[in-house]
């Protein structure tokens, strides 16, 4: 169960190759940069940052087009998010950081890493996407502007998320949810979810131009990786976990038993201690 008494670290902002963006920043010694999922924000990590604060920097930023980050024009593939990470490092002066990417911010992590190899100390890939095609078909409608134009974020929306992204919702405190529900509701949306879904998406799943060039590099990975998967993911199928593993020469991988797409919100202390333990062997 989750801590239900969390206060949010103070929103901080940066501009970012002229896109003002937030993020949270804590603790000191070794930087860790937390990767949000697609459409997310830095709120999924609410229950992980303190904890990891207590012996790295940590920073968890909201990536361009999500949260309270500006929504400019233009691509949002997975290569300019990588981008954007560039970017947010460079502004605020980080050379090296081990990145924790979750959903489509540990592709963003794989394809930095592809791209920046000198920057990145350690990964960890949390039920991450850019291992293969497979998505749930949520994620590829929202390649359909007829269905994008449909939605209008409302709470009567939150209980049908909630199930498709957790194996048991009911382990989140409702503090969580009135964190998260102003951010989803931010208006001006649809255009920056249709952008992201028609740059890395169509209707037979994740595009072969994103995936594929990561799943060609992964034996090139030097760094440490550790791979984490919920077992109930019904988002991007846990097969992907075992491609990972078997592809990244120095890699160890942990599946979470009776957990749906985000272990760090669902088990956020066993989250902890894994990857605490990981940065430190």
């Given amino acids: 169960m989750l801590n239900p008494s969390v206060t949010p670290p103070q929103d901080l902002y940066i501009s970012v190759n002229g896109i003002d963006t937030r993020y949270w920043q804590m603790g000191c010694g070794s930087t860790i940069i937390l990767l949000h999922g697609g459409n997310g924000s830095i709120e999924f990590w609410l229950y992980n940052i303190a904890t990891l604060a207590q012996h790295h920097q940590v920073y968890a930023f909201d ?20 981008k954007f990470l560039h970017g947010f490092m460079a502004a605020l002066n980080i050379d090296t950081a081990t990145l924790i990417g979750n959903s489509m911010g540990g592709g963003v992590a794989l394809e930095f890493t592809r791209s920046y190899p000198d920057r990145v100390d350690k990964l960890v890939l949390v039920d991450s996407m850019g291992l293969g095609k ?5 994620i590829r409608l929202i390649t359909l502007p007829a269905i994008v134009n449909l939605l209008r974020p409302g709470r009567w929306m939150i209980p049908a998320m909630l199930k498709s992204n957790f194996y048991n919702s009911k382990q989140l405190p409702p503090e969580w949810i009135e964190f998260r529900y102003p951010i989803f509701a931010l208006p001006g949306r649809n255009r920056v979810i249709l952008r992201l879904g028609q740059s890395n998406f169509n209707l037979a799943g994740v595009r072969a131009q994103v995936y594929q060039p990561i799943l060609d590099s992964l034996a090139k990975i030097t760094q440490k990786t550790l791979i984490i998967w919920g077992d109930c993911d019904r988002i991007i199928p846990v097969k992907h976990a075992y491609v990972a593993a078997a592809g990244i020469p120095n890699s160890q991988l942990h599946i979470f038993p009776n957990c749906g797409h985000h272990p760090y919100l669902e088990y956020p202390e066993k989250f902890d201690r894994l990857v605490l333990e990981f940065l430190t062997a």
């Fill in 63 to 82: 990536m361009v087009g999500s949260g309270k980050s500006d929504f400019p024009d233009g691509s949002y593939s997975l290569g300019e998010q990588a």
């Fill in 134 to 138: 497979d998505i749930s078909l949520g």
